[in-house]
């Protein structure tokens, strides 16, 4: 006998079973191709959230749906007590990106920071010569680093800290590109400063060229780590392959994921020859980072960047779509103060919260996310061409002038 099958909407089964820690939008995506999502009415949105800077190649791009689906059918797990072909290749490939060093594979951006949140224990005990004597990681204010333990710690926001103290110790927080501020903080127990390259959650809010030039030379005066968080802004986002790259400023250790699998959870931090070898047999681990699945779609994205010279088109059409949307702030400026970041990640500033606003440009057609500080946070996937960029701007525009 086939057992009864009860059909029940979806919206009903998330209230039913799925916990209620996200303020979902009353709306059921089913189906998505390229720049484009459709929900459960068969209606098309232009997804400008990218699954928050996740769909580096949009939606179902065929070279990534290939990759996975060759992989799968060979080989889709193996321990990492042996060796599979596509994690060292790809760790080959982020190496070339990032400079000599080595790389560890984890499954999202949390898990890459905690990483490095360990590396600069291991750095501090190899600096002064004493497990717990130097342990803290000087952070910015507003930053977001994931919601472990560890990332909560090194996240000065209420909302994510709040019910889950007491957080770990050997944590500061200085004013983001207030080089003066990470300085005075700075004693004989700092192993590293650890930030966004761009803070996402916090606002769009990129580090100034300056800024990352003065933590840098801290660091060498100091003997700290610099640790950069490219976990959202990473992966061609900004107009080149990692942000603090704009800058030409050299780090010590990069957390990296979203974008990283286009989709597929994988993560990854990588640090430099000098730092690699903290890491030792039994320091650190992960049973499914750095899987053939994972790597198979981390490959195809990369791929993928290069071939079609994505990075190169997100810095030129980046530039001029932020000259567009600045015009916005002219024209409503009851509603607009300022547009923020580079390439792919930008924000618009609101003079007033997002709610009303992510409503609005959802009954138009266009899907965005909203971050601190009243921000509108503009996320194309990298496949997005000027026309989409042109479009996104007019649907902006058709809200706010239905506000005005």
């Known amino acids: 006998m086939q057992p009864t099958i009860v059909r029940t909407n979806t919206a009903e089964l998330y209230d039913a079973y799925v916990m209620k820690n996200y303020p979902r939008a009353a709306l059921t995506l089913t189906r998505g191709a390229g720049v484009s999502v459709w929900d459960d009415t068969g209606r098309e949105y232009l997804d400008f959230t990218s699954g928050i800077a996740v769909c580096a190649l949009g939606h179902c791009h065929p070279v990534w749906v290939e990759a996975i689906r060759q992989q799968a059918g060979q080989l889709n797990h193996v321990s990492n007590v042996f060796r599979n072909p596509l994690q060292g290749e790809l760790a080959r490939r982020l190496v070339q990106q990032a400079g000599p060093g080595r790389v560890f594979m984890a499954n999202s951006g949390a898990e890459a920071n905690e990483g490095l949140l360990k590396l600069a224990r291991l750095h501090g005990i190899r600096k002064s010569g004493e497990e717990g004597k130097c342990y803290k990681v000087i952070c910015a204010k507003m930053a977001f680093h994931g919601r472990t333990f560890g990332g909560m710690s090194a996240t000065l926001q209420e909302k994510i800290q709040k019910g889950f103290r007491p957080l770990l110790s050997g944590f500061a927080f200085g004013e983001l590109n207030d080089l003066a501020s990470f300085a005075e903080l700075v004693d004989d127990q700092t192993a590293a400063i650890f930030v966004e390259t761009v803070q996402g959650e916090g606002g ?47 780090a010590d250790a990069i957390g990296m994921a979203k974008g990283l699998g286009g989709g597929f959870p994988i993560g990854a931090f990588w640090a430099a020859e000098k730092h690699a070898d903290l890491f030792t047999p039994g320091s650190h681990g992960s049973t499914f980072g750095g899987g053939p699945l994972g790597c198979a779609a981390a490959l195809a994205v990369l791929d993928t960047l290069e071939r079609e010279g994505l990075i190169a088109k997100v810095r030129a059409n980046g530039a001029v779509w932020k000259a567009q949307l600045e015009k916005l702030v002219t024209e409503f400026p009851q509603h607009v103060k300022a547009v923020t970041g580079r390439g792919y990640m930008l924000g618009l500033v609101l003079q007033s919260e997002p709610p009303p606003y992510l409503a609005a440009l959802r009954e138009e057609g266009l899907l965005v996310p ?35």
């Open 204 to 250: 769009i809010k990129p580090c100034t060229d300056e800024f990352l030039w003065g933590l840098r030379q801290l660091c060498d005066r100091h003997n700290l780590l610099l640790m950069l968080d490219e976990v959202q802004c990473g992966i061609g986002r900004t107009g080149d392959f990692f942000a603090f790259q704009h800058s030409g400023v050299r």
């Open 370 to 404: 909203a971050a601190g500080g009243n921000t509108l946070r503009l996320l194309p996937p990298l496949i997005a061409t000027p026309e989409h960029l042109n479009r996104a701007t007019e649907i902006l525009r058709t809200v706010l002038r239905k506000k005005a």
